[in-house]
């Protein structure tokens, strides 16, 4: 069993719908949990960044963090065809000197006019 | 802003060639990744380097090797090129403490023939 399970999609939906996208993961050491955003033939980017459990939120995009669960999330409100990108979640244990970072497959989403 | 430099965007390789596929950071980065992305397998890890001339494994560091004599760069070499080598080829870096985030190159699409 991988680490961090990631469903890949493709998931399509209209523009100014809610998109919900998730992780789960088996680490229960894993104290800080990233989503990136990946354009098509691009590098990743870092979206979101929480540490521990709870929400965060910036602009149309809120990170939720659930430990009890092993489970996070990524919603965008407004969703619009900007949004169109593969989105992969990462986590790590520590922030440790060798900072290394367990990343789900991404999920590619599409967001249509 | 960080950046994080890859010497070639696309790059066609035949098999049992040597390649070498070159990262530059310049941010002062103490951690530097090499990852390949597959799709359906998502980010794999080959290959980390956390100082100077030091190096780790990741989970896939069969049939590559790397260096780093500098500290800002961070080289993948491919000893002899096979198709199963064709991929994407991203390099990431990190600080050493605090922030565990990964900064990432725009990737370099490999084609083994």
């Known amino acids: 069993q991988k680490e961090v399970e990631q469903d890949p999609g493709p998931l399509s939906v209209p523009e100014g719908a809610i998109v919900s996208l998730n992780c789960t993961y088996s680490?229960?050491?894993?104290?800080?949990f990233m989503w990136y955003r990946q354009y098509s033939r691009k590098g990743p980017e870092l979206l979101m960044y929480?540490?521990?459990?709870g929400n965060k939120e910036d602009g149309r995009f809120t990170a939720q963090v659930d430990k009890s669960s092993k489970y996070i999330s990524l919603f965008i409100r407004d969703s619009q065809p900007s949004d169109s990108a593969t989105y992969l979640c990462?986590?790590?244990?520590?922030?440790?000197?060798?900072?290394?970072?367990?990343f789900g497959r991404g999920t590619q989403l599409t967001v249509w006019p | 802003d960080v950046k994080v430099t890859q010497s070639s965007r696309y790059l066609v390789k035949r098999t049992g060639e040597k390649v070498f596929l070159e990262c530059v950071q310049d941010?002062?980065?103490?951690?530097m990744f090499w990852y390949r992305q597959d799709p359906g397998l998502g980010l794999r890890l080959i290959y980390f380097s956390y100082d100077v001339k030091m190096k780790e494994k990741g989970d896939i560091p069969e049939g590559y090797s790397v260096s780093r004599e500098k500290k800002e760069r961070f080289s993948l070499i491919l000893e002899s090129a096979s198709t199963n080598q064709t991929s994407m080829y991203l390099c990431?870096?990190?600080?050493?403490?605090?922030?565990?985030?990964?900064?990432f190159g725009p990737g370099t699409r490999l084609t083994v023939t």
């Open positions: 941010m002062d980065h103490e951690n």
């Open positions: 990462a986590m790590s244990a520590t922030s440790s000197t060798l900072g290394r970072l367990y």
């Open positions: 929480t540490y521990s459990s």
């Open positions: 680490n229960s050491a894993f104290q800080y």
């Open positions: 990431a870096s990190s600080p050493r403490s605090g922030v565990v985030e990964q900064y």
